[in-house]
């Protein structure tokens, strides 16, 4: 699906109303598992719902598709699965790792892009992890970065309608500034962390 494509339907979601929240939640699932790049996504839930609806979206539709991913790589397609991972030895650091220390190491991996993210789907599924830690730390995993998106989205969407409407002060730019900034601060941060903790287990 080309960039383009995604704008199309986009601008489609966006005349439904609430009702394109659905559709988003079900493309964005779909991009989970089938190797997608989720960003434009991720942007245009926060230009078209704004911040906290956006990342409820975004968040729900990531958490299907990762959930469906985690659970086909596990019971329908684990020797595929199998022989692709072969190729990443990382994948079995973090297999040991989740041995040792379960959900944690799910929750770090989110957090730092060591990993592509939907095969990592995929790959923890052969993994000893319960389905339903998998969906706690990955929720709580990918939550900053999606966090920074659906804000930077909403950040494009306030200004497309600046012209529009001139209701927005400078201090109230000045505020959501400083928020996108301090996010961004924060999920720097959290992955410099997370990186940091994964050392500790060769990942």
Not at 13 to 32: D, E, F, N, R, T
Not at 73 to 97: N, T, W
Not at 105 to 115: A, N, T
Not at 176 to 193: C, E, P, S
Request: charged residues 10%.
């Amino acid at each position: 699906m080309g960039q383009e494509r995604i704008l199309h339907l986009l601008d489609w979601i966006s005349s439904l109303g609430w009702l394109g929240g659905l559709y988003l939640v079900l493309l964005y699932a779909l991009a989970c598992m089938t190797f997608l790049p989720g960003s434009l996504f991720t942007l245009g839930a926060g230009a078209i719902y704004g911040f906290l609806n956006g990342v409820a979206l975004i968040s729900v539709g990531s958490l299907i598709g990762s959930s469906l991913s985690f659970l086909i790589g596990r019971y329908v397609l684990r020797g595929y699965i199998q022989r692709k991972l072969k190729r990443h030895p990382k994948f079995q650091a973090i297999d040991q790792a989740i041995a040792i220390e379960g959900w944690k190491i799910v929750l770090l991996s989110r957090l730092s892009p060591i990993f592509p993210f939907s095969l990592l789907n995929y790959g923890l599924g052969l993994t000893q992890i319960s389905l339903a830690h998998f969906m706690m730390a990955s929720w709580l995993g990918t939550l900053p970065l999606i966090s920074v998106y659906v804000y930077v989205g909403m950040l494009a969407g306030n200004l497309a309608h600046l012209t529009e409407a001139h209701q927005s002060s400078r201090m109230e730019w000045s505020l959501k500034i400083i928020g996108l900034l301090a996010t961004i601060a924060l999920t720097v941060y959290t992955t410099k962390l997370a990186k940091n903790a994964l050392k500790k287990f060769q990942v």
